[in-house]
């Protein structure tokens, strides 16, 4: 992936908190470089929805309504061992 779509991708999975800042972030940091284009493109789309709805989902609290949404938030909780 280029330096401009994972500079883009770190701007935009900054969040309006902390946690989820800190969350996302991390998923990309561990992940951005090594990615493939079709699951960072998810990863896009994923950081279009509202952080109330990330942060049930991340919590557990509900499940995202896209199976490659939530595989992306799997990897986010199990990461953070949540």
């Known amino acids: 992936m280029t330096d401009a779509v994972l500079k883009r991708l770190r701007w935009r999975a900054r969040r309006g908190t902390r946690e989820l800042d800190a ?3 991390g998923w990309l940091d561990a992940h ?3 990615a ?3 699951t960072l493109q998810v990863f896009e789309s994923l ?3 509202q952080d109330p709805d990330l942060w049930d989902w ?3 609290h509900a499940r ?3 199976a490659d ?3 992306i938030i799997d990897d986010i909780r199990a990461r953070a061992r949540l």
Do not use: C, H, I, K
């Open 47 to 49: 950081l279009d929805v």
């Open 23 to 25: 969350l996302f972030s």
């Open 64 to 66: 995202a309504p896209r």
């Open 58 to 60: 991340v919590m557990g």
């Open 36 to 38: 493939e284009a079709d």
């Open 69 to 71: 949404w939530q595989a």
């Open 32 to 34: 951005g470089d090594t």
